[in-house]
């Protein structure tokens, strides 16, 4: 072992000798080391400076200078150790509670579908197969199918402001609106045209309806909607009149057909400007002209006015509607409205042939070729099926509503046009046989004015779902959309969403005896728990085409919090 011994040379002689030395000599001495061994010998040291400056070291290193990136450099690599480091702990504990995570959310699901209606979204990877340990949820009985979400937290916030009724200011032009497609895919898009002459300051000229779509329908808007409650309700938010005036008859209308989904500025800006222009331009497309979200408040709450306010039906609508919705609860007990869109046009445009026979399926096939805007002519249904986007067959139905737990002798008003098929509406008939359409239940005399008017019975079905104790639709189209939608705002008013993805799985499983009945029944329950039309918010999507309807669920915009 070493002993080290750092002096300085010039320390060791006589400082009166190094009076004469030169100064350059004398650093040169300074500077020299030696290190003492035990057995006296002396050994220069050129580096031994260092010791000198241990001192010193840290905070050099921590002074701006050439000092800081190596600092920085091997603090950010130890961050990055120690982040992998916690991640490879979380995935491990992750993957020992994925092997109860099935189960564990399975059963807190029917705990929570029990005590409260809130919304529980299902984890698409959940594996319904592990469902089976669960018990069946002793609660899920006769009078829980029947009760509605609560609603007493939310009331309807569509009241204009001061600043949001019209003013005196003259019209900037007037629009006409050519409404494309059914009865509904019309009523949302009159509504979405009442809030675009709102922020183009126009006059809306009373809508002309589609008499070219499926059903050729001859009626027009005043043969549907109350046109003067119409014009007397909106007269705060815009003028609409019945007609051009003389002054602008003679008038060549600018054709156009707005683009898909457009924001309040593509009315405000450009299609304002052509207005100035024109001062007459005809809307030839009115189905999804406005956005869903990203408009501003006024707007959205005066597109629920239009659409549940002023959009009333008819005097002769709504009474029929009324006698027929007095019938099915001669008896005091409630009734389900189905939207059972089993129907050939659907199924056609859809692809969607389970359950019919080859001549059949062919006869859809013929039909889709033959309609010119029907784009996609090669379709697999099957393939569709399974990712849940077809219409219900009325078997599948029979068992949906056996599953969830609605008894045989429940009525069913279905809302909907003839069932195709040879068997039609006979599978759910053979299970529930209290079913009911406005043609067996009114009175031809009653029907005479409906003749041939598909839009107008349509408006009495509407109504009558509106009106019913439980909504259940079998595809999510225009009707299912608007009623369940004017459900939500009416105070969450039961709707049963039925998620076929799923339901398809199960039963077909079930169908091959893979799970028995009890087993199908009960999962069947756990999956629909929550899907009952509560307060859940509407949020953007990624894509806009595929994002949630504004009219199916305008919880934000025209429903608030207390």
């Not at 300085?8 to 030696?34: C, F, G, N, Q, Y």
């Not at 939207?339 to 056609?348: F, N, V």
């Not at 728990?529 to 949020?539: I, W």
């Amino acid at each position: 072992m070493l002993t080290i011994s750092v002096t300085s040379i010039a320390a060791t002689e006589d400082p009166s000798s190094t009076a004469d030395v030169s100064p350059r000599i004398l650093r040169l001495m300074t500077r020299r080391r030696v290190i003492e061994s035990m057995d006296g010998n002396v050994l220069p040291m050129r580096n031994a400076v260092l010791f000198r400056r241990k001192g010193r070291f840290w905070p050099d290193i921590l002074r701006p200078g050439r000092y800081m990136c190596v600092l920085i450099f091997w603090g950010l690599m130890t961050l990055l150790f120690m982040t992998l480091l916690a991640k490879f702990a979380l995935l491990n504990t992750l993957h020992d509670l994925k092997l109860d995570q099935s189960e564990f959310i399975t059963a807190r699901s029917v705990e929570i579908s029990i005590r409260t209606n809130k919304l529980i979204t299902e984890d698409d990877n959940i594996i319904i197969s592990e469902f089976k340990e669960i018990p069946l949820p002793p609660k899920l009985t006769l009078p829980d199918i029947w009760t509605k979400p609560n609603a007493d937290l939310y009331y309807k916030c569509v009241q204009r402001s001061s600043k949001d009724i019209i003013s005196g200011d003259p019209t900037n032009g007037y629009i006409l609106v050519h409404s494309n497609g059914g009865l509904n895919q019309m009523k949302t898009g009159i509504s979405d045209m009442v809030a675009i002459a709102k922020v183009m300051n126009a006059t809306l000229v009373l809508p002309s309806l589609d008499h070219n779509s499926f059903w050729t329908d001859p009626s027009d808007f005043k043969d549907i909607f109350d046109w003067k409650h119409f014009v007397e309700y909106l007269e705060e938010d815009i003028s609409v009149v019945d007609h051009l005036p003389p002054a602008y008859a003679s008038i060549k209308p600018l054709q156009r057909a707005p683009v898909s989904y457009s924001k309040a500025s593509y009315y405000s800006n450009q299609m304002s400007s052509l207005m100035k222009k024109h001062k007459v331009i005809n809307f030839t497309h009115t189905d999804s002209r406005l956005a869903n979200n990203g408009l501003p408040n006024p707007i959205q709450r005066l597109r629920c006015r239009a659409m549940y306010e002023a959009l009333k039906f008819t005097d002769e609508i709504l009474e029929l509607a009324d006698k027929l919705i007095t019938r099915l609860r001669d008896d005091d007990k409630p009734f389900i409205a189905l939207h059972l869109r089993y129907e050939k046009d659907m199924l056609a445009f859809t692809g969607c042939s389970h359950n019919l026979s080859k001549a059949e399926d062919e006869e859809l096939r013929q039909l889709r070729r033959s309609v010119r805007h029907w784009k996609e002519k090669h379709i697999n249904g099957e393939e569709r099926r399974r990712q849940g986007v077809c219409p219900m067959t009325p078997r599948e139905v029979a068992v949906f509503l056996e599953a969830i737990g609605f008894p045989s002798d429940t009525k069913i008003y279905i809302v909907a046009g003839n069932i195709y098929g040879q068997d039609g509406v006979k599978a759910l008939q053979d299970k529930y046989p209290n079913i009911y359409t406005h043609s067996n239940l009114a009175t031809e005399d009653e029907l005479s004015p409906f003749n041939n008017r598909q839009n107008k019975l349509a408006a009495v079905d509407y109504t009558v779902a509106l009106e019913s104790d439980v909504f259940v639709f079998t595809y999510d189209g225009n009707m299912a959309k608007a009623v369940q939608g004017h459900r939500k705002y009416e105070g969450f008013r039961k709707t049963i969403i039925p998620d076929k993805k799923n339901f398809v799985k199960l039963i077909d499983r079930m169908d091959k005896g893979l799970i028995s009945w009890e087993e199908f029944s009960m999962k069947v329950k756990i999956l629909h728990a929550n899907r009952t039309g509560g307060a859940v918010l509407r949020k953007p999507g990624k894509v806009v085409k595929s994002e949630e309807s504004f009219y199916a669920n305008p919880y934000p915009g025209c429903i608030c919090e207390k």
